[in-house]
Each structure stands twice: as structure tokens, then as C-alpha cells.
């Protein structure tokens, strides 16, 4: 009996810091990546008509939205206090997530019709912001109509 209680609480506290040190980090980048580089990767696609341009806009907000977060992670605290873990794994993984999160919508835009880009990014939109929501549903145990209606 004891052992099996021993096992819950070794499960439970793997399992929160998998999800503090790991998914809260890639979360938190997929969430600013996908939010923080539409506006510029959709007005530069509607002032300029050119799909390529609004692409290239879209690569470079995704990058340096992607360092800018990394670096905002990685340098927020040494971990040994909140329990978050280390500092460059959440920098790296919390940048990668952003710059993954801002290019999806983003690689649309290689198309050359500038309309049938525009309807594949709208959708891609769509399948992002509910892979976030299906996520803070699964790891942060959030009911599913609160993370999409919030």
C-alpha cells in the first residue's frame, strides 16, 4: 500500500514537471507564434497584393518573435525556485514553439494566388488556435468549451 501511494506521488510530480518544464513553455510560443505575427503577415498581404512578400514578412516576424520569446524565457529565472527547470531548455523550447506557431499560417503564402493563401492561412488559423485549446484541455485539464471560449 505504501509503495503503490509512493508510485502515485513519484507519477504525479513527473508528471507536473513534464508539463511546467516542457508543455507550459511550448504552449506559451505556440500561443504568442500564432497570435503575435497575424497582423503584420495579413496586412502586408492585403497592402501589397503579393503572396511572396507577405510571406517573407511572415518569416521575419516569426523569427524574431521566436528569439524575442526564447530569450524572454530562457532569461526569466534559473528555475531552482519556481521548479520550471532549465533555463536554456525553456528558452529553446519556448522559441522554437513561437517560431513554429508564427510559420504555420505563414507558409501559405508560398502560393502565388494570394486569395487561395489567404483561405488556407485562415484555416490553418483555425486548426492552430484549437490544437491550443486541445492542449491546455489535455495537459492543463481546462474544460474544452472554456479554452475555446476564452
Do not use: C
Not at 66 to 93: C, F, H, N, Q
Amino acid at each position: 500500500m505504501l509503495t503503490s501511494l509512493s508510485d502515485n506521488n513519484m507519477k504525479n510530480n513527473t508528471r507536473h514537471s513534464f508539463i511546467i518544464q516542457k508543455v507550459q513553455p511550448a504552449l506559451l510560443g505556440l500561443m504568442d507564434g500564432s497570435v503575435s505575427t497575424l497582423a503584420p503577415l495579413f496586412a502586408t498581404a492585403g497592402l501589397t497584393g503579393q503572396p511572396i512578400k507577405a510571406f517573407y514578412v511572415g518569416l521575419a516576424a516569426s523569427l524574431g518573435a521566436g528569439i524575442s520569446m526564447g530569450l524572454a524565457e530562457a532569461l526569466s529565472d534559473d528555475g531552482s525556485v519556481t521548479g520550471r527547470g532549465k533555463p536554456l531548455a525553456r528558452g529553446l523550447i519556448t522559441g522554437l514553439a513561437t517560431m513554429f506557431g508564427g510559420m504555420l499560417h505563414t507558409l501559405p503564402f508560398l502560393l502565388p494566388n494570394l486569395h487561395l493563401a489567404l483561405r488556407i492561412a485562415y484555416i490553418v488559423v483555425l486548426f492552430e488556435l484549437l490544437t491550443i485549446a486541445f492542449i491546455r484541455f489535455k495537459f492543463m485539464k481546462t474544460p474544452l468549451p472554456q479554452t475555446i471560449g476564452r
